[in-house]
């Protein structure tokens, strides 16, 4: 897909493109136990804090979740406990076999059946698990927008190298506080879903929130 670009001037950027709570699926993919075990480029629990946190993000804007699984059952391990007990009634699509979790017709007719055509993708590890399927998902007409606070990998240069190559190929990224506020756009209309999740899950706006709570009336 051709990334669309405005004109300013002489010089020519690519058009914002803004998350729509009604046109955006959440795409988890890879979050396993074994597999987190490989995450060194973000602190251990930081990492399951921004995993959960987008999934939150998914539940409480009741947006559709597709979550997949390579080889479960083996040395990759099954699913973080936590994001299956958030979604019981998710079906979630194993694959045997396929890296490119793109590759799997199951995984593609669940991501179709959503009928959103924006992508918030999130998984281990970020140069293969989310770059590889995002990059197929470009090509196939989708907006791909990569939570990368919630994907992990080995270190932070082959970190930044899948940033990049992602980013080349059309590919937003974004961390799950930006995608949040760019979902809900104005507190006035979803301050308490958005306060819920913030004091959750981002405990440094919590006690911001706290101190200020705190200040004396001044009427």
Known sequence: MAIQSVTAGTVSYPKYNKLNMKDTAILLIDHQVGLQALVKDFDTVAFQNNVLALASIAKEL??????????????????????????PDVTVVDRHGEVNAWDNPEFRTAVKKTGRKQLVMAGIVTEVCIAFPALSAIEEGYQVFAAVDASGTFNEVIR???????????????????????????????????????????????????????????N
């Open 62 to 87: 009741k947006l559709p979740v597709v979550i997949t699984a390579s080889v479960p059952e083996g040395p990759n391990g099954p699913l973080m406990p936590e994001i299956l007990e958030m979604f």
């Open 160 to 218: 930044y190298a899948a940033w990049d190559r992602m980013s080349q190929g059309g590919v937003q990224l974004m961390n799950w506080f930006s995608i949040l506020c760019e979902l809900t756009r104005d507190w006035r209309v979803h301050g308490p879903v958005m306060t819920d999740i913030i004091v959750k899950y981002l405990p440094e706006y919590k006690n911001t929130m706290i101190t200020y709570n705190q200040i004396p009336s001044k």
